[in-house]
């Protein structure tokens, strides 16, 4: 039929990307690696510091995971390197590339699953935080971009480290959110719980990222 005889074959959909096309994708995603890093490391000074100011466990979490983003984006660059300069490479560490990000998932989970858990237990009730407000509100108008643009190099990349590191942005953005939504729900009506139960909300979530990444030991078929 017609219809089919338009769609393009498995092959051709699948064809390796000229190698200037993909050193254009691998540059771009090394810039989007590298503005990651940036942008968290100084996102996770801000918020660990409102952390420590109101005792805030969720802005403790949201401050960690800025720091594991960073940590993905390092991994992520040193992936994107090692083609770069040996493209024979890239397979042998793409995996292990993918599985240390998972792993991060996995620490950070715990970490934020231990300081909710403490918060709760001994009725730690946190300041209100503007400055936390401030800097979970931003990070909600500039992850998903970076999200996005994350995810489209790794499509064309065709690479799971790639693709992970573009879940843990992902993960930061509905990190923000549950963070802002408890950080407010504190400021407004007071309900102290709001904090450390908002940060509870992502365990499961970012557990389940990590999983995936951990079983993401190849690159899949593009199709």
């Known amino acids: 039929m017609e219809h089919s005889e338009a769609q393009a074959t498995p092959s051709e959909s699948c064809a390796p990307r000229p190698p200037a096309d993909r050193h254009r994708l ?3 995603a090394q810039l989007l690696a ?14 660990l510091s409102a952390a420590w ?6 802005l403790m979490g949201f401050g960690v995971d800025s720091g ?9 660059m040193w992936r994107l ?8 490479r890239a397979e042998r560490v793409e995996a292990l590339a993918a599985r240390a990000i998972g792993v991060s998932f996995l620490l950070l989970a715990a970490f934020v699953a231990f300081e909710s858990a403490r918060s709760l237990a001994f009725h730690e009730e946190p300041d209100v935080s503007p400055i936390g407000i401030t800097i979970t509100l931003l990070s909600l108008i500039v992850m998903p971009i970076l999200a996005t643009q994350k995810r489209s190099a790794a499509i064309g990349l065709g690479s799971k480290a790639a693709e992970a590191d573009s879940r843990q942005t992902w993960a930061c953005v509905w990190l923000s959110a549950i963070v802002l939504t408890g950080l407010v729900l504190n400021a407004a009506f007071g309900w102290w719980w709001a904090d450390p139960t908002a940060a509870l909300v992502v365990v499961v979530f970012l557990v389940r990222e990590g999983r995936e990444a951990l079983t993401s030991t190849r690159i899949d078929d593009c199709c």
Do not use: C, K, Y
Not at 34 to 47: K, L, R, Y
């Open 26 to 28: 691998l540059v771009r």
């Open 34 to 47: 590298a503005f990651t890093i940036g942008w968290n490391v100084v996102e996770g000074v801000v918020a």
């Open 53 to 58: 100011i109101a005792g805030s466990s969720a």
């Open 81 to 88: 390197t090692a083609e770069r300069r040996d493209p024979e």
């Open 68 to 76: 594991v983003e960073s940590i993905s984006a390092a991994i992520l």
